[in-house]
């Protein structure tokens, strides 16, 4: 019951600094990196846009989604990344379009994913066949109603399909116009090695947060061996280090209720860890899901976190993450407080990977 207590004040106090340092962190002038070593500028801040159709949470109206989505702009963020699988009928794509008609296209980095095929929960199958990339594109591109993408990754690795044989097609769309830059989600060394072989690759985009932090081992390495940006997805480990399930209740309508880190014994294992983060957050006078980001944001400028959110207070929360400057000795603290083999349950990709295997070996009844 003590962290519990503990908690209730650290959050209160965190409150109060808040507020006093609220007024000057508004000023905050989001920074611009080099996203690998093609060309590629971002705003070293990005918006990861699956949230806003849904998955770990109710999905916005379009309207509601745009006014988010033109918030971040205004206030520096100009990284928007999305996936031809995010909503219903390629809804996140399409509410991005009507966006982007308000917003100088050309200050707009984005980036979207393409490989998963899912018609419903009950056939999941991975795709990176060239017939297919063509296919993908195209759809996103009239569902975006833009003329290019500026990145764009297969979402998974099909392993049925040489990752020579996708480059190649994507190389062609670079050669089109369609696309300006390639990157890679979820990929292993050896695929990054391969692909980076056909066309240079400009971004991998990864799950990366203090609770998930194996790409540091050899992913991290060589990319920067190979001039390739890392963009952090679920920075804030899907709300955790927001206090999702531990200070907040979890969404009416989410899936996280399902993830093996907010489930059972698990969660109750990962709220000593959250408490531990709290009391650092405090010590240094923001809130958790700031001192997370910020975390992220001190681990090079080639790591472009993106978190998401449907709330504009939490945007400027995660804006604000800027403002927090950490020390190396800070660093250490801050990842000791999360030791990787205390954190409980498997991560959501080893999940779904496990998941989607199961259905596409499924024999299909006729």
Avoid at 53 to 66: D, K, Q, R, V
Avoid at 302 to 310: A, F, L, N, R, S
Avoid at 313 to 342: F, G, W, Y
Wanted: proline content about 5%.
């Amino acid at each position: 019951m003590s962290g519990s207590n503990d908690l209730v004040q650290n959050s209160l106090l965190v409150g109060i600094l808040q507020d006093g340092r609220m007024e000057q962190k508004r000023q905050l002038q989001v920074p611009r990196v080099k996203l690998g070593t093609q060309g590629l500028e971002v705003s070293k801040l990005g918006f990861g846009c699956a949230g806003l159709s849904g998955i770990f949470n109710a999905p916005l109206s379009h309207e509601a989604g745009c006014e988010i989505l033109k918030e971040a702009f205004n206030k520096g963020i100009t990284f928007f990344d999305t996936a031809d699988v995010y909503g219903l009928g390629g809804d996140n794509e399409i509410m991005i379009g009507k966006a982007l008609k308000e917003l100088p296209r050309e200050q707009v980095q984005l980036a979207s994913k393409f490989g998963i095929s899912m018609l419903d929960l009950s056939h999941v199958e991975i795709k990176g066949t060239p017939e297919y990339v063509r296919q993908c594109i195209e759809a996103s591109l009239k569902r975006l109603n833009v003329d290019y993408i500026d990145l764009y990754y297969p979402h998974r690795t099909d392993a049925s399909v040489p990752i020579e044989e996708t480059m190649w097609e994507l190389k062609k769309l670079v050669e089109e116009g369609k696309i300006k830059y390639i990157g890679l989600s979820e990929a292993s060394v050896d695929t990054i090695k391969r692909a980076h072989a056909v066309h240079p690759i400009t971004a991998v985009e990864m799950e990366y947060s203090l609770w998930t932090r194996e790409i540091e081992e050899d992913v991290i390495p060589l990319c920067r061996e190979l001039g390739i940006g890392i963009v952090a997805y679920s920075p804030l480990g899907h709300g955790f280090f927001a206090g999702k399930a531990i200070v907040e209740s979890l969404p009416s309508e989410t899936f996280l209720d399902k993830h093996p880190r907010f489930a059972g014994e698990n969660l109750e294992k990962n709220k000593v860890l959250y408490v531990r983060f709290a009391n650092l957050a405090a010590k240094h006078s923001c809130t958790p899901p700031q001192l997370a980001v910020a975390w992220l944001l001190h681990q090079g400028d080639d790591v472009v976190p993106i978190p998401g959110t449907t709330k504009i207070k939490n945007l400027i929360d995660n804006i604000n993450s800027l403002a927090v400057k950490l020390t190396p000795d800070d660093l250490k603290e801050i990842a000791d407080a999360i030791p990787i083999d205390q954190v409980a349950g498997e991560r959501e990709f080893e999940v779904f990977s496990k998941f989607s295997y199961k259905l596409a070996n499924t024999p299909k009844k006729h």
